[in-house]
């Protein structure tokens, strides 16, 4: 029995499936966890002292790599100053100016703890600023455990959503109205029916939690519009895109401005933090400002402040982007080329430092085709490269990531690694 064998045997006994996040328990793969000892650049090392070259990179925070020294000695200089407070600090300020600088949209913005409770809050905000209840989401863009926002579609397109958790109230399910992906029909028959009742649109504008999918050419143009026509507020979740697809987020990229925007990951320099913000006369709503609550004693926790600081400094300063996209369509075709070779169906679509291997025969635009795609040859997939030593995302339906710190060498060593994963895989 390995090491992560004996600890995972350890925790199932006092954590809930012996993890703290589903999807690190290995149940879409097969298997028992890898359990992380340290992290270094773009490697993760086992509890077993196995090194791998890491493209899960904590889902995403990790643009930097693992153990940053500028992020690092950020975070140690700040604990050894105080690691809470419960108190204002400078650099919270410094932060939101960092943040805003990039983000032009969001004139005013808020320090949380998780993207959840960003993406929970920002909800509350476009509920209250337009004085009705329902939000339309995405099949397949996940937003967080917010329980109005775990539903599922109903029976047609523009239908309220039912409950896609168990503890989820129907009542709670049926404020969110629930479509497919780029499809603009879908969206306009929603405001159609519900327009005057439609709070806000809610969209991962790159979406990165069903796999990577990007937006159709005017999709996110159309929301834009409609929500604009029907008073309805736009919010781009960001947690994931945001200074990951580049410095000005994906709404940069697409020159799309929402009214509001939820950030995560990255802002923490890999420590627990989110943000949301946007316009100035939806945030002064929030409370002290105005009636809507939202509070958090680790809200702009000074050890996350000082690591998301240093991140966004170095990001800023090293301008990294176009590099990270190149290499990530390397990356991308290479895949393409193994899984050719090996007579294995496979789309592979990569967005700026994000990429996804679908085991799919069609193009992924939506859930309903991310869906097609064959998981336990996912499976297969993901256990031959760890057997090389190539860590990816447990889950077929997630998005793996490139950091600054992987080298030609590591990019080298995973192309050769797909060969005979994708032979694995068949």
Not at 10 to 19: D, I, M
Not at 117 to 136: C, G, I, N, Q, Y
Not at 402 to 418: G, I, M, N, V
Request: glycine share 10%; hydrophobic share 45%; net charge positive.
């Amino acid at each position: 029995m390995t090491a992560s064998s004996k600890r995972f045997e350890r925790a199932k006994k006092v954590l809930a499936g012996g993890v703290n996040s589903p999807v690190r328990a290995f149940k879409a793969v097969g298997g028992d966890p890898v359990f992380a000892r340290s992290g270094k650049g773009a490697v993760v090392t086992d509890a077993d002292g196995k090194a791998y070259v890491d493209y899960c990179h904590s889902w995403g925070p990790l643009i930097l790599g693992h153990a940053h020294p500028e992020v690092v000695a950020a975070a140690v200089k700040a604990a050894r100053t105080g690691s809470s407070f419960g108190m204002p600090t400078e650099r919270e300020t410094e932060l939101a100016e960092l943040i805003r600088s990039a983000v032009p949209s969001m004139e005013l913005l808020r320090l949380t703890s998780s993207g959840t409770e960003a993406v929970m809050s920002a909800l509350r905000v476009a509920r209250a600023f337009t004085k009705r209840d329902l939000v339309v989401k995405f099949a397949g863009c996940y937003h967080g455990h917010v329980d109005s926002l775990l539903v599922a579609a109903g029976s047609g397109a523009t239908t309220l959503g039912r409950p896609d958790s168990a503890g989820v109230p129907e009542a709670w399910a049926r404020t969110t109205i629930t479509i497919p992906f780029n499809d603009p029909t879908a969206v306009a028959d929603a405001f159609s029916k519900w327009g005057d009742q439609i709070a806000a649109v809610i969209v991962e504008p790159i979406v990165g939690n069903m796999g990577v999918v990007e937006p159709e050419t005017g999709f996110l143009a159309d929301l834009r519009q409609i929500a604009s026509k029907h008073g309805a507020l736009l919010i781009f979740d960001e947690v994931i895109t945001g200074f990951r697809v580049g410095w000005g987020g994906a709404q940069g990229l697409f020159g799309i401005q929402p009214d509001l925007t939820t950030l995560g990951k990255i802002v923490g320099g890999g420590f627990p933090i989110g943000a949301y913000g946007g316009r100035r006369d939806v945030m002064e709503l929030v409370a002290p400002l105005g009636p809507v609550y939202q509070a958090g004693t680790l809200s702009g926790n000074p050890v996350a402040v000082a690591a998301g600081l240093a991140a966004l400094r170095a990001l800023k300063r090293d301008k990294p982007y176009a590099a990270l996209a190149k290499r990530t369509k390397r990356l991308a075709e290479a895949a393409r080329a193994a899984a050719a070779k090996a007579g294995v169906p496979a789309i592979v679509p990569h967005a700026a430092s994000m990429f996804t291997v679908f085991f799919a025969g069609i193009p992924v635009r939506d859930y309903a085709a991310a869906r097609t795609a064959d998981a336990a040859a996912y499976g297969r997939f993901f256990n031959a490269l760890l057997k090389a030593g190539v860590y990816f995302p447990p889950a077929q339906y997630e998005a793996a990531f490139l950091s600054t710190a992987h080298t030609d060498r590591q990019l080298e060593r995973t192309a050769a690694a797909f060969g005979p994963a994708f032979e694995a895989a068949r």
